[in-house]
């Protein structure tokens, strides 16, 4: 016997990333050092833990593309979409007394500069 067999796939609603197409859109956490001075961050994808490049100077809001690495594409064997990395810098809390004398150090400097 012949005859339709219909699958529906629901996706659910994810914390790490929202999906636009078959792009996924996710924000990643960046400590306020490794934007100033440039690093690396670890970003979770639907494929792993995936390590993304920072450029030294990076804003807050700036956003990464990671080709190929978001949702797959129906009916097209090894297509992907992308994986949209959107930074967003921590800035440190607690700070200790020696860390806000560097910082006001630094203050001073970038203040002379301008």
Do not use: C
Request: net charge positive; glycine share 14%.
């Amino acid at each position: 016997r012949g005859g339709d067999l219909i699958i529906e796939l629901k996706v659910g609603k994810s914390m790490a990333y929202q999906l636009d197409g078959l792009n996924l859109l996710g924000k990643v956490d960046v400590d306020f050092y490794t934007a100033a001075l440039g690093g690396k961050a670890n970003v979770k994808t639907p494929h792993g833990t995936l390590s993304l490049s920072i450029a030294p100077g990076t804003n807050s809001g700036k956003k990464l593309r990671l080709k190929g690495k978001g949702m797959p594409a129906y009916g097209k064997k090894g297509a992907f979409g992308d994986f949209i990395a959107e930074i967003k810098i921590s800035v440190p809390t607690n700070l200790s007394s020696k860390e806000k004398e560097l910082l006001e150090e630094l203050r001073k400097l970038r203040a002379a500069k301008e």
